[in-house]
Nanobody, 126 residues
Framework: QVQLGESGGGLVQAGGSLRLSCAAS????????MGWFRQFPGKEREFVGAISRSGARMGYADSVKGRFTISRDNVENTVYLQMNNLKPEDTAVYYC???????????????????WGQGTQVTVSS
């Protein structure tokens, strides 16, 4: 089992940057594929980006491709989401998620993930 905690959210102007962090408990972090999702008010949680357990493979939603970068540090048990050129439409609660895997893939669907953090608010002003 793993527990996740996000940090790094906040208020930023359009065009600015934020880096979200998600710290994981436990000693088997490298056994988990990780993902970032976001949720707009009244909407379902949507995929933002994901990374394989080794960090070798990543995938992104089209809406953030070229602006957001996911990475991980398996020594520090942390996954990151670097968000550049932020837009007001990126305003949402951002969640990290973990899926225990035995392969090198990453996952885009929220139902694939077993564990979730509590979320961190990102607000982008125009």
């Amino acid at each position: 089992q793993v527990q996740l905690g996000e940090s790094g959210g906040g208020l930023v102007q359009a065009g600015g940057s934020l880096r979200l962090s998600c710290a994981a408990s436990g000693r088997t972090f490298s056994s988990y594929a990780m993902g970032w999702f976001r949720q707009f008010p009244g909407k379902e949680r949507e995929f933002v980006g994901a990374i394989s357990r080794s960090g070798a493979r990543m995938g992104y939603a089209d809406s953030v491709k070229g602006r957001f970068t996911i990475s991980r540090d398996n020594v520090e048990n942390t996954v990151y989401l670097q968000m550049n050129n932020l837009k007001p439409e990126d305003t949402a609660v951002y969640y990290c998620a973990a899926k225990l895997v035995s392969n090198g893939g990453y996952y885009r669907e929220r139902y694939e993930y077993n564990y979730w953090g509590q979320g961190t608010q990102v607000t982008v002003s125009s």
